[in-house]
């Protein structure tokens, strides 16, 4: 498919005003929680692999929080590999590294093609959300709201 001429804006919202909601695997698989709640919020769910163990690390839902819970001891610092709990496809991104600390990334599926990316070594928070379709986006703003009155 050919690269469709995109901007890229920049928003700042409020921290932990935003909540994962419909997470999903590359194919399409749910990876909400609604048995492990986080926040009171379900949270999401992935299989992680440190070294040869291997168990469900839940995921805070709250863009920006991370309250989560692990199943596997994974040492502060060390990095993890993160898979889809019912297909087991691979959830690293291979595109793209941390900027903040090198380490590989993971990557979940949010409706309308959005993604959210984040660090996979344990205690680096770095994190980033791209809600990628725009149009949509826009469309959805208030009409009192449109990008011209935050230009
Ligand atoms: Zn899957
Ligand atoms: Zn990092």
Redesign the pocket.
């Known amino acids: 498919m050919p690269d469709k001429k995109r901007e890229v804006i920049k928003v700042e919202i409020p921290s932990k005003a935003i909540r994962v909601q419909h997470a999903?695997?590359?194919?399409?698989?749910n990876?909400m929680d609604s048995e492990h709640k986080i926040n009171g919020y379900p949270s999401v769910a992935v299989l992680a692999r440190y070294q040869d163990k291997e168990g469900l690390i839940y995921l805070d839902p709250i863009y920006g929080s991370f309250k989560n819970a692990m199943e596997i001891d994974v040492p502060e610092g060390e990095c993890v590999e993160f898979f889809?709990?019912?297909?087991?496809?691979p959830l690293t991104l291979t595109r793209q590294i941390c900027d903040q600390c090198g380490a590989n990334m993971f990557e979940i599926r949010l409706p309308h093609h959005g993604l959210v990316a984040g660090c996979l070594r344990n205690g680096c928070h770095f994190h980033t959300l791209k809600l990628a379709d725009g149009e949509n986006l826009l469309r959805s703003l208030d009409e009192d709201h449109t990008l011209d009155s935050f230009l």
């Open positions: 999903t695997c590359p194919h399409g698989h990876l889809c709990p019912t297909c087991k496809e």
